[in-house]
């Protein structure tokens, strides 16, 4: 029970419990979910809610307070508290200034201080942090410069966990805080933006944990602007120099000099590469490159040799960085040197072939001569058995190129062989051995070229040792350096008979190379001679020497002797040919056994060798050390020149002077009648020395020679007639002739003569034809009645479709319809034509683009005829025409369009006749022919006539030239008469050929007279047929047999064409019948047109109206469109003759009638509907009573239809008196009527027979005119049953535009075509052809063609010469290039057209250059190369002037004699005798000359002059010595040291000229200037040798400006100039000469304690000498002794006995 008073209780809970639970460190307390069950104490007051108990906790605990609230009734509730402990303020950890992405404590880079970034760690694991506070603050007085706070950003731990750019931490309450604070101040709270540079600062933040514990955390910051100041960086260790090169990979820098006066360097940032590196490489970055390291060194490795630089950049506690350091770069090196080119001077070798190999497979071979220079044989030329024979080296390169001295002292690498050289080589040279020959003691001089592309070379070494295994250790001389000099000389090497070389190169990172040489052999021996005949012979043109095996040889050497040979004017001299070694010679193969044979080939030897002149040839024997001996030869006398190859022409038998005539004079025939002789005439085979003499031979081809004849001798005659022949007609026969001379011979042979019959039976196979043909411009002739319309629109089409379709075209976008077809897509139409095989068609067709697609292609085929192709561009239209050759009678004619929107207009096929039978014109007759081709080269002219069929001249025959067609306008034919033309061949030497004649050809000048025609049309059920039979139309007795009809309706003749003209079949003209099933309209008037072509093509036609036949029961009744002004009333009983009208040109009114209609109403209207109205698509309907009616106040659309339609109710009319009868209803609407009130559109008028492409400008004939149009289109009338909308032609001629003065208008119905004949047209008159078309309301078109000019008349001949106008006509010519010049041709009719010229032997002949067009009409050169033509021969230019009308005329020039080559070139020689080189003559000059021929033209004059070169004439200019061979001159200055030539030139009779020179003498009155003699063979003077066997000398510094060394001679003796000890001794032009000196017991003999001097003497080529001696040397044979041991000096530096205080110091 409860008290009275009440129960303690706050809001009802009676009493409070409370549990106290502690976690220690807070791990577990978050996932805390159980109460627990004891331990509860209860809070005494209820009211005041509040207890306090002991925890004992530490800082990071965790307590979990439980509370259970009671009620009255007892009920409780439990709840918790979370409760953490913090008793340890938060922590802040690098608190600094970010720059970048690096944190600097102490140091702000910029004074600028808001740009400044704050930095600093925050952590709370306990509580977190609540809130930041940072400042920054004066130095000085702590007054604050800005200040703010920093929001908190808490996050769960699933957030913390997901972070990846932000750092995070999580307290023991699960709450999460970020680690690290950025901070970016505001500008706008700055109260001082900027500090002055070295001043400071106070940075301070405070942290305040969620316990309100805090942390507060300040540091001075000091201004620092300025980077470091940059060092410098070494490549090597710590404290080693710096090095630029090493072998090993690992490299080593250092650095140091970098400082930092205000914050100090704070650390380095480098990086390797090839290059230095920039500044803005350097960044604070992630840059994976770049290393950062405190230290002042590194080391790194290299990947791969190459160049390394190290750059380095020092950084400041600002993190600023100073400039970029660059070491000077390292090259880490790991190739070795290598070494080439190594001379070791004074040493020779056997020649001999090496080989190094390229690949697994493939060699290439050297040869090593016997200086060991290298040469490359031609590896193409290589057979497998010379690379065997080849020694297998590691490297050729280390023997020196060949090179070659040129005349100017240049000096060249030329290592190539030539193929021939290559395989002389690989046949008698031996295997390369690497032994080696020298002729020196003691003395070695070798030079090397050495090379380290990627570190230069240190130090060169050389070494000399008895065995090659002492590489190492060089016993004869240790290894010597050079340092960098490429050459090592010593006086002292204690050489023994065979040695070794060892050279050594060094690179900068001691990476080396060494070489092995050897072994070299000493040898002082020279080879014997024993002055066996040394025989010189001319071979061809090779200068052969020849001798015995065993003239040369060295008893101390086994192997082969090596030889030169030289040419000179005496024994032993080389002033023609200097010493060279031996090569092969073709003229040496078989030469002879047992011997050495060598040659020079005497066409590279130029003006260094004279005929008739003598000469020596010297051959040095050489062994392998150099030692030599010479021999000469006798005296050899040279004659190279064989005989001029000169013309061999056949001449007329008949000539009584075959042998004295002029040759010049004499022609040389193509072709003879005879058949038993043959006589010929030869030119131009000379020498100036020796005697030619002659054989002749008769063949049947150019050089067969004997195979009529054998060869005849004719000694030193020039002609000769074979005589007793049996020769055949038609062959052509050669004259073959052989001109010898000592040297040997030369062939020439004709050009041939064809054997011709006078009557040649062969005519049987030519062909004449009338009419120019096929393809002649020009033609008029083509037979008009082989013209077939084959298509004018698509519904009448016989065309059959392949692919695509032909459709009725309506225009989408405005929904016109256009009355043309077209190509609907990408299409192709073929159609079957049956044609004449073998003749000719032309092919026109008219198409047009439409508007709104692109430009189309469009193909045409015919079978196997060429595919044309033609292009319509967009919006436009066009006619092409093209010819074919019909190869079968039925020909399949294709068309294909690349593209849709192609409309075809029409396509027209004409025949072009081969061969005329019948013509219009009675004033022209054109003919052409053909003769057989085996004719052509010995016909020079054609003749035709025309004549009448019996016999009688119309034109007699007239020489029209080598043409093979000709015309002829201004004739009297007469109409109905037969004629045929004559043409013959004529030759210029044979007179003519029998003549061919032409078939007959007849003229019709009138066209047909037409006959009588009936039609008549029988109605049926479904169609009628239609009955059409006519009389033959008559022609002056000729045949018309083709015919032509067409049908239509109109008023009185064809208005409107209901199909195009079509041919009629031969089944029809044989019954003179034409059937056709047919569906007429009664209404309507119908007409039939038949048209006759007579056999010349003029035509006549007939039109009669059709008869209906009707059968039916019952007529039709039908609405008939007329025109409005045409319009009456009409009643029941009224009839209507009048036929129904397709077009109107009245805008403002229909009007119809319909005849035969009995109602009493009609309701009436129209449409533009083709079916029967519904009320909506119907005007507003009107009534009337009568049977027409008209509409009025309208406003019809151009080229829109229009129906009329009537309507009808049932009715019941009286009928006469009868019954009443029943008419029912009716809905009945008129074909329709299209408004039209515009002109039709212009089509094109063309006279010519070029089939509608475009007009002819001229014309020959003068009776006849041939006149067609196309184009003409109404747009508006155009429908698939008509013609373009055209209703009829008509035509007028006049010779002005719009003239009927010559024939005034005529109508020509829908003919397209017409030919005007019997008329009187005048030449130099134009005409023009005046068309004009109406459609079928009446409008019209008028065209108008281009004039044609009636040209009757050829060109007025002028002139022809052959060379320039201004020099006249050239008698001689020297090009193959002919200039033609045309003058004084005119024509003032119709103008030069064009000029046809050729070149040939005889007038009117093209046998050199057949007929091309030239590049200028009048006054003007054409150029023409001549490719078949001899010198020698005479050619004429032929002119065919062609004026527009096609008329020619033919000129000739007069003949020209062509020597295209200049004379041959003589040879001039300084003196009036032996040839003179030099001379002390210093005021006469002579010269002559010879061998100036030139067997074409001849030599018409000699200039001479003289000159300071070869082809000077600064010293005396050219005069003319008419035909003198000689020039003398007695009083001029010559200058001493001056060569001076002789230049003569002679010059032909066709302008050209040679020049030659003797090849100089030179004036010298001076001896020459002796030199420096050094003895030994070292490069410096030699004082002492030890040897008393051999003896040596080499001097320099001889010369002779003027005239030249001769030769050197070298003596010695025991005093200057003396030569006791070896007489004069000939060493040619070496400058260096040794010789062993020992008695016949082999006693040294070189003298002991006496001086011993050399003496050279050096003879210039005027026979002066100068000599000078050497300084002289002495011999010493005994060897040093020390007069006093060496020891060391140990006195310096030091007070202790035998010891020293310097490392790197000895005196000894």
């Not at 070798?446 to 250790?473: F, H, K, L």
């Not at 050079?482 to 050594?504: A, C, D, P, Q, W």
């Not at 041959?1464 to 009036?1472: A, T």
Request: negative net charge.
């Amino acid at each position: 029970p409860m008290a009275v008073q009440g129960t303690m209780n706050a809001h009802g809970v009676v009493t409070f419990e409370y549990n106290l639970v502690r976690y220690q460190n807070g791990e577990f307390v978050y996932n805390v979910t159980e109460a627990p069950t004891e331990n509860w104490s209860i809070i005494p007051d209820v009211a005041t809610k509040y207890s306090q108990a002991q925890s004992g906790s530490v800082s990071g605990d965790a307590f979990v307070l439980w509370i259970n609230a009671i009620d009255v009734f007892d009920h409780s509730i439990i709840r918790k508290v979370i409760l953490y402990t913090d008793f340890t303020p938060p922590m802040i950890i690098d608190l600094g200034l970010k720059i970048g992405d690096q944190v600097t404590r102490f140091v702000q880079k910029s004074k600028d201080l808001t740009n400044l970034v704050i930095s600093f760690k925050a952590i709370d694991l306990q509580s977190g942090v609540l809130n930041v506070y940072w400042a920054i603050e004066q130095s000085t007085d702590e007054s604050i410069i800005a200040t703010d706070t920093v929001p908190i950003d808490m996050m769960t731990p699933d957030e913390c966990n997901n972070q990846t750019t932000v750092e995070c931490y999580c307290t023991t309450a699960h709450t999460c805080y970020p680690r690290l604070y950025d901070i970016v101040p505001n500008p706008s709270i700055f109260n001082i933006t900027e500090l002055p540079h070295l001043d400071t600062f106070i940075l301070k933040v405070v942290v305040t944990n969620n316990a309100n514990l805090t942390t507060t955390s300040a540091i001075t910051i000091i201004i620092d602007e300025s980077p470091p100041i940059p060092g410098f960086v070494i490549d090597g260790e710590v404290g080693q120099n710096d090095i630029d090169y090493q072998s090993e990979p690992l490299l080593h820098a250092s650095w140091t000099g970098f400082f930092d006066r205000e914050s100090g360097v704070y650390f380095y940032l480098y990086d390797y590469a090839s290059t230095c590196l920039p500044a803005e490489h350097f960044v604070l970055t992630d840059n994976s490159s770049l290393t950062l390291t405190y230290s002042t060194f590194t080391s790194y490795s290299a990947p791969e040799p190459g160049l390394y630089h190290i750059t380095v950049v020092a950084y400041n506690l600002a993190l600023a960085g100073s400039t970029p350091v660059c070491s000077n770069g390292i090259t880490y090196d790991v190739t070795p040197p290598i070494l080439r080119n190594i001379n070791v001077v004074h040493a020779k070798i056997l020649p001999g072939l090496a080989k190094i190999k390229l690949n697994d497979s493939v060699y290439e071979v050297w040869l090593l001569d016997e200086n060991r220079l290298r040469r490359v044989l031609l590896q193409t030329n290589i057979s497998q058995s010379c690379i065997d024979k080849a020694t297998l080296i590691d490297d050729v390169m280390i023997f020196p190129p060949y090179t070659t001295k040129l005349r100017n002292d240049t000096i060249v690498v030329d290592i190539y062989l030539s193929a021939e050289e290559s395989d002389f080589l690989c046949e008698t040279v031996d295997s390369y051995s690497n032994m080696s020959y020298m002729y020196t003691v003691h003395e070695l001089d070798v030079r090397w070229e050495g090379e380290d592309i990627e570190s230069p070379i240190y130090n060169y070494e050389i070494g000399v040792a008895e065995t090659s295994s002492q590489i190492n250790a060089p016993d004869l001389l240790a290894y010597h350096s050079t340092g960098k000099i490429e050459r090592f000389v010593s006086h002292h090497v204690n050489t023994v008979k065979m040695f070794y070389i060892f050279l050594r190169a060094i690179n900068r990172a001691m990476l080396s190379t060494t070489i092995t040489l050897g072994p070299f052999i000493v040898d002082t021996t020279p080879p014997v001679y024993d002055n066996t005949n040394i025989s010189v012979t001319l071979q061809g043109v090779f200068i052969i020497g020849t001798w015995s095996n065993t003239a040369f040889q060295d008893p101390d050497e086994p192997q082969k002797l090596s030889y030169e040979i030289a040419l000179g004017t005496e024994k032993g001299l080389e002033d023609v040919i200097a010493f060279q070694y031996i090569t092969v010679v073709a003229a040496c193969t078989g030469f002879c056994t047992d011997c050495v044979c060598a040659g020079f080939d005497s066409r590279q030897l130029g003006d260094f060798l004279h005929s008739d002149h003598t000469y020596y040839l010297t051959v040095r024997a050489s062994n392998g050390a150099g030692l030599f001996v010479t021999g000469s030869s006798d005296d050899y006398t040279h004659v190279e020149e064989f005989p001029d190859v000169g013309v061999v022409i056949e001449i007329d038998s008949a000539s009584t002077h075959i042998d004295t005539a002029d040759f010049n004079q004499m022609d040389d025939i193509e072709f003879q009648i005879g058949t038993t002789e043959i006589a010929c005439r030869w030119h131009g085979f000379k020498h100036p020395h020796v005697k030619v003499t002659y054989m002749v031979a008769l063949g049947t081809a150019p050089g067969v020679g004997p195979n009529i004849t054998a060869f005849i001798s004719t000694g030193q005659h020039t002609s000769y007639k074979f005589t007793q022949l049996s020769l055949q007609d038609y062959n052509t026969y050669y004259v073959t002739v052989i001109a010898t001379n000592v040297i040997g011979s030369v062939t020439a042979y004709s050009n041939g003569v064809t054997v011709v019959p006078p009557n040649a039976s062969i005519m049987q196979a030519a062909n004449v034809s009338i009419g120019l043909g096929c393809g002649v411009e020009n033609t008029n002739y083509v037979q008009d009645h082989d013209f077939m319309l084959l298509f004018s629109n698509a519904s009448a089409s016989p065309w059959s479709v392949v692919s695509g379709e032909i459709v009725n075209s309506t225009d989408n976008t405005t929904g016109v319809s256009h009355s043309y077809y077209y190509l609907a897509n990408a299409t192709e139409i073929d159609q079957s034509l049956t044609l004449i095989q073998g003749n000719f068609y032309t092919l026109v067709i008219s198409v047009s683009q439409l508007d709104n697609t692109s430009d189309n292609d469009v193909t045409i085929t015919a079978d196997a005829m060429t595919t044309h192709q033609f292009s319509v561009n967009q919006n436009t239209s066009k006619t092409y025409s093209c010819e074919f050759l019909a190869d079968l009678n039925m020909v399949k004619l294709t068309i294909s369009s690349l593209k849709s929107g192609l409309r075809l207009h029409s396509i027209s096929i004409t025949q072009c006749v081969a061969n005329i039978e019948y013509q219009v014109s009675t004033s022209q007759v054109a003919a052409r022919w053909l003769f057989p081709t085996s004719l052509d080269p010995f016909i020079s002219y054609y003749e035709w006539a025309v004549l009448l069929s019996n016999g009688d001249y119309v034109q007699s025959y007239i020489n029209v030239g080598k043409v093979y067609s000709a015309q002829n306008p201004k004739l009297e034919l007469r109409n109905g008469n037969s004629y045929y033309v004559s043409v013959r061949a004529c030759s210029l030497q044979i007179s003519c050929f029998q003549a061919v004649n032409s078939q007959m050809f007849t003229v019709l000048s009138d066209p047909p007279m037409a006959g009588n025609i009936d039609a008549t049309y029988v109605a049926g059920e479904s169609e009628g047929v239609l009955n059409v039979t006519w009389e033959k139309f008559e022609n002056e007795g000729s045949m018309v047999d083709l015919y032509e009809w067409i049908y239509g309706f109109g008023v009185s003749s064809i208005d409107f064409a209901l199909s195009p003209w079509t041919l009629i079949t031969d089944s029809e003209l044989q019954q003179l019948t034409i059937i056709r099933n047919l569906t007429l309209d009664p209404t309507q008037y119908y007409f039939v047109t038949i048209k006759g072509y007579n056999l010349a093509g003029l035509s006549a036609m007939v039109t009669q109206s059709v008869t209906f036949n009707d059968t039916a029961d019952e007529a039709e009744v039908h609405v008939i469109d007329i025109f409005p002004e045409n319009y009456r009333r009409l009643g029941v009983e009224d009839g209507w003759n009048r036929p129904n009208r397709a077009y109107t040109k009245n805008q403002t009114a229909l009007a119809a009638v319909w005849p035969g209609l009995m109602n009493t109403n009609y309701e009436y209207c129209y449409t533009t509907k083709s079916t029967i109205p519904s009320d909506s698509e119907c005007s507003s309907k009107m009534n009337t009573r009568y049977n027409s009616a008209v509409i009025t106040d309208l406003s019809l659309q151009s080229g829109t239809m229009y129906h009329f339609c009537i309507f009808t109710k049932n009715e019941t009319v009286p009928f006469g008196n009868g019954e009443p009868i029943v008419i029912p209803a009716r809905s009945i609407c008129s074909n329709g009527i299209v408004f039209d009130n515009s002109a039709p559109e212009p089509g094109k008028v063309y006279i010519g027979f070029d089939h509608g492409v475009s007009s002819d400008k001229y014309q020959v004939s003068t009776t006849d005119l041939p006149v067609r149009w196309n184009g003409f289109m109404d747009e508006e009338e155009t429908r698939g049953d008509h013609h373009h909308g055209i209703a009829y032609y008509e035509y007028a001629i006049g010779s002005t535009p719009n003239g009927t003065d010559v024939i005034s208008f005529l109508g020509v119905g829908f003919n397209t075509h017409i030919i005007a004949t019997n008329l009187t047209l005048v030449s130099g008159f134009t005409y023009y052809a005046t068309v004009v078309a109406y459609d079928y309301v009446g409008l019209s078109m008028t065209a108008i063609s281009e004039g044609v000019t009636i040209d009757s008349t050829p060109p007025t001949i002028g002139i022809v010469t052959i060379g320039y106008s201004d020099v006249g006509h050239a008698d001689y010519q020297s090009e193959i290039t002919v200039q033609a010049y045309f003058k004084g041709f005119n024509d003032y009719e119709s103008g030069i057209k064009e000029v046809y010229w050729a070149v040939g032997t005889v007038k009117g002949q093209a046998d050199i250059k057949g007929f091309e067009l030239a590049q200028e009409l009048d006054e003007a050169y054409t150029e023409s190369a001549l490719t078949d033509i001899k010198d020698g021969q005479t050619i004429y230019v032929t002119a065919r002037i062609y004026n527009n009308a096609g008329l020619y005329s033919q000129a000739y020039s007069q003949g020209t004699i062509v020597d295209s080559t200049p004379p041959d070139v003589g040879f001039v020689i300084d003196g009036l005798g032996e040839d003179i080189d030099f001379t002390k003559d210093l005021h006469t000059f002579t010269s002559h000359w010879d061998g100036f021929v030139d067997p074409h033209s001849d030599i018409s004059e000699y200039e001479w002059a003289i000159g300071t070169c070869e082809t000077c004439s600064d010293v005396r200019e050219f005069v003319s010595t008419a035909l003198v061979k000689c020039a003398k001159v007695e009083s001029i200055s010559l200058a001493t040291g001056v060569r001076y030539y002789s230049v003569v030139r002679a010059c032909n009779k066709a302008g050209l000229c040679v020049t030659a020179s003797s090849d100089g003498f030179l004036v010298d009155i001076s001896p020459p200037i002796a030199g420096i003699v050094w003895d030994g063979f070292s490069a410096l003077d030699q004082d002492f040798q030890s040897y008393r066997w051999v003896v040596g000398a080499h001097w320099y510094g001889f010369h002779d400006t003027e005239s030249g060394i001769q030769r050197f001679e070298w003596c010695v003796g025991t005093e200057p100039g003396g030569c006791n000890l070896r007489p004069w001794m000939n060493v040619y032009k070496s400058e260096y000469s040794f010789l062993t000196l020992r008695d016949v017991a082999g006693a040294e003999q070189l003298p002991l304690n006496a001086i011993i001097y050399s003496t050279v003497r050096i003879i210039n080529n005027v026979g002066l000498t100068s000599q000078s001696s050497s300084d002289g040397f002495i011999v010493d044979n005994t060897v040093p002794y020390f007069s006093q041991q060496p020891v060391f000096n140990l006195t310096i530096g030091s007070i202790v006995s035998d010891t020293q205080i310097y490392k790197t110091y000895l005196r000894i």
